[in-house]
């Protein structure tokens, strides 16, 4: 990549590219913001290769690089609300409002609820589960401990747990 191979650009958006839009997808709420997210970093690397040569972990790298872009996203979506979350993509779980790759009501039961989890811990929980990486990769690319990343993970679905119980007793 770092001469300019395409083959190995191709290759990196095909073996990365799928866990970033779902990661991406959890962490703005939006497909379309994902889908932007992840062409911004996938763009900069064509732009840029020459970075990509002290590239040591490009897994890591690569989320690294879609966390930067998503906040930066999130910023713009905050200075620039188009009518509020709801009103521009629908209900959390909706649709519009990220359903990327999990077909099963319960996950998209599970992500809408998710989405109430402090910041620190719907980021791990992406990483992990949609990202597939593992709590060493999250606590690279997070700038946190291994063993801060996987207590976070495990807070996480705690309050998944707990919060799903209140939600069925409410029914």
Same mark, same amino acid.
């Given at each position: 990549?770092?001469? #300019?191979?395409? !083959? /190995?650009? @191709? ?5 990365? #590219? ?10 703005? *709420?939006? @497909?379309?913001?994902?889908?932007? !997210?992840?062409?911004?970093? &996938?763009?900069?690397?064509? %732009?840029?290769?020459? %970075? ?14 879609l966390r930067h872009a998503a906040e930066?996203? *999130?910023?713009? +979506? ?6 509020? &979350?709801?009103?521009?993509? *629908?209900?959390?779980g909706d649709d519009r409002a990220g @359903?990327?790759?999990?077909?099963? =009501? ?5 992500? /809408? ?6 910041? +620190? +811990? ?7 589960? +949609?990202?597939?990486?593992? &709590?060493? =990769?999250?606590?690279e690319i997070l700038g946190i401990g291994?063993?801060? /990343? ?7 679905? $705690?309050?998944?747990?707990?919060? !799903? $119980? =209140?939600?069925? =007793?409410?029914?």
């Amino acid at each position: 990549m770092v001469a #300019g191979d395409a !083959a /190995a650009y @191709r290759a990196m958006v095909d073996r990365y #590219g799928a866990a970033m839009f779902r990661v991406a997808c959890r962490l703005l *709420g939006s @497909r379309h913001d994902a889908e932007d !997210a992840v062409q911004e970093v &996938f763009v900069a690397m064509a %732009r840029h290769p020459e %970075r990509l040569a002290s590239v040591a972990n490009m897994r890591a790298y690569l989320f690294v690089s879609l966390r930067h872009a998503a906040e930066r996203i *999130g910023r713009t +979506q905050r200075r620039h609300p188009a009518g509020g &979350f709801e009103e521009s993509y *629908g209900p959390v779980g909706d649709d519009r409002a990220g @359903r990327a790759v999990d077909d099963s =009501e319960t996950a998209e039961r599970l992500w /809408a609820l998710a989405q109430r989890l402090p910041a +620190q +811990q719907r980021e791990v929980l992406a990483l992990k589960i +949609q990202g597939e990486l593992s &709590f060493r =990769e999250i606590g690279e690319i997070l700038g946190i401990g291994v063993n801060t /990343a996987a207590s976070r993970y495990r807070y996480a679905l $705690e309050k998944l747990r707990h919060m !799903a $119980e =209140e939600h069925d =007793e409410s029914r």
